[in-house]
């Protein structure tokens, strides 16, 4: 039985043929011995976007050639005669537009009696895969840039995605982390684990707002946002996640809240100062008035005295308040902090007897003198320990301790009673301006106290258990670098 034969019976006609050609993703090409084309397919054509009929018969080395080899076309197509396989890039000329790079793989045409009658080539035209791989580099490079953690599971829950800042988030290599079963490393991701497999169970999207988690020793808070994937018929087809480290943006949140906080207490202070200011002094005038109408032994003039003091007191309050919406301009003095604790303490012991408060102090004789704003530091242990004789009504003890931390090079003042406490759903609030909880308080002494720390480069901690008293610890540095020292 003959090879055409066999054919025929094969196939209803040459048609068929001739339509698996031109259907086929890749230019082919029949070129006689002298180099003609004999046969083009329509996936050809079309890449040249030029008729077939033009092309048929035509010699892709003619004037209007379409297709350059790398190396000489002569050289080729004698050696494909010869019988070689060649495999090499070349370029596609088309009517319109850019050349095309293609690779071709050419070989020996041989008729049914196994003589050569010419070359076959075919044709795969590059530019798709060049694009493809092209815009995975460049997804790849995006994915790796951006400053989110990203990874994703197939729906078993087996990595198949990891960017580079997922895996420096999480203490990996990201080729150590892909094809492992996510669920596997839960005490390494922590909730970014099992919140994206309940993304993968359940096809609903989860978010945690805040998590914290250590990153180089450091502990920062991170955002997640775990989502499903689906495929085209809405199945789901994995998971991914993207973790972002929001530290620095809930920093500046806090820093822009509070000061858009204390430009409101500012403001209102400055309106009320000035308004409390004036009668303070007449009242102050006529008490000066009456005093030359007492006896200096007479029992008023001692009244007169206290009254006078304590306005003046109130001035120089109402005067801080008045710096908090102006430029301060500290007046900076080395002191001594057991000293001026003292003095504080001195100035409650009346408050603290009629409370049935014991004060205690537990003074470090190893602070050394510090530079400080003189008065707002007073200010800030008068609130202190204010506060602390007010959280114990039924009386208590109240302790004032010193402390030198030569580690930090900073005193530490400790002022601890034994009072109502603080809740721990309060704790935050404390310095907010206008935060109370106290009948006759005003909610603006921390706020204060913790500005002028601040300014001195200190910080003030709180510890506190509902119900079992309150400890503020004040950290002052020594060699702060107040504003004024600049
Ligand atoms: P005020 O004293 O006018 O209330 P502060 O800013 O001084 O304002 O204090 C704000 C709030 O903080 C108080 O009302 C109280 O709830 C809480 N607080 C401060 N210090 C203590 C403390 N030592 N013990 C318990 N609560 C305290
Ligand atoms: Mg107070």
């Keep these: 039985m003959s090879d055409s034969v066999s054919l025929e019976s094969l196939y209803e006609d040459r048609q068929t043929l001739y339509d698996v050609l031109d259907n086929l993703p890749l230019g082919v090409v029949a070129l006689s011995t002298s180099g003609k084309a004999i046969f083009i397919n329509q996936t050809m054509a079309d890449m040249l976007k030029l008729p077939l009929k033009k092309l048929v018969r035509s010699s892709p080395a003619d004037q209007d ?11 080729m197509l004698d050696a494909c005669l010869r019988g070689e396989r060649i495999a090499c890039r070349a370029y596609l000329l088309p009517a319109k ?6 690779r071709i793989h050419a070989f020996p045409l041989c008729n049914k009696h196994g003589d050569t009658a010419g070359v076959v080539i075919l ?8 694009v493809l791989e092209q815009s995975q580099r460049e997804y790849r490079y995006i994915v790796d840039s951006i400053n989110t953690g990203i990874i994703s599971v197939d729906p078993r829950g087996y990595i198949t995605t990891c960017n580079k800042t997922f895996s420096e988030y999480f203490g ?32 609903q999207s989860i978010s945690l707002p805040e998590f914290y988690h250590e990153l180089n020793g450091q502990e ?10 689906r495929d085209e018929s809405g199945g789901i087809s994995g998971a991914f996640a993207m973790v972002r ?20 207490a500012g403001e209102l202070g400055a309106g009320i100062a000035h308004e409390i200011r004036n009668p303070l002094t007449s009242i102050r005038g006529f008490i000066q008035l009456l005093k030359g109408r007492f006896t200096n032994t007479s029992p008023e003039q001692e009244y007169l005295e206290i009254m006078l003091g304590e306005l003046d007191r109130a001035n120089n309050i109402i005067k801080k308040f008045l710096l908090l919406s102006k430029p301060q301009n500290p007046k900076l003095q080395l002191q001594d902090l057991n000293y001026i604790l003292d003095d504080m303490l001195k100035l409650v012991e009346g408050e603290a007897l009629i409370a049935e408060v014991e004060l205690i102090r537990r003074f470090s004789p190893e602070v050394p003198l510090m530079v400080v704003e003189t008065e707002s530091i007073k200010q800030v242990f008068l609130n202190l320990i204010q506060n602390a004789i007010q959280a114990m009504p039924s009386g208590g003890k109240l302790t004032v301790a010193t ?18 406490g603080i809740p721990s759903s309060l704790l935050a609030k404390l310095g907010n301006p206008f935060f109370t909880t106290r009948k006759n308080g005003t909610g603006l002494g921390l706020m204060l106290s913790y500005r002028i720390v601040e300014n001195h480069n200190g910080k003030i901690e709180v510890e506190s258990t509902a119900g079992a008293g309150a400890t503020f610890s004040v950290t002052l540095p020594i060699s702060a670098s107040h504003p004024a020292l600049d």
């Design 65 to 75: 050639h379409w297709l350059r080899f790398e190396s000489d076309h002569r050289q």
């Design 97 to 102: 537009g850019e050349r095309i790079p293609v």
């Design 123 to 130: 044709i795969h035209n590059l530019q798709e895969q060049n």
């Design 172 to 203: 990996a290599k990201s080729c150590e982390l892909m094809g492992k079963y996510f669920p596997d490393l839960r005490a390494q991701m922590g909730p970014a684990s099992s919140l994206l497999m309940q993304a993968l169970q359940t096809g």
């Design 220 to 229: 920062r808070i991170f955002s997640l946002e775990c989502m499903p994937l």
């Design 245 to 264: 480290d929001i530290s620095t943006q809930r920093l500046m949140e806090a820093k822009v809240n509070r000061a858009m906080q204390l430009n409101i």
């Design 403 to 420: 402390e030198f931390l030569p580690v930090n090079n900073a005193n530490l003042v400790k002022i601890s009673d034994t009072g109502v």
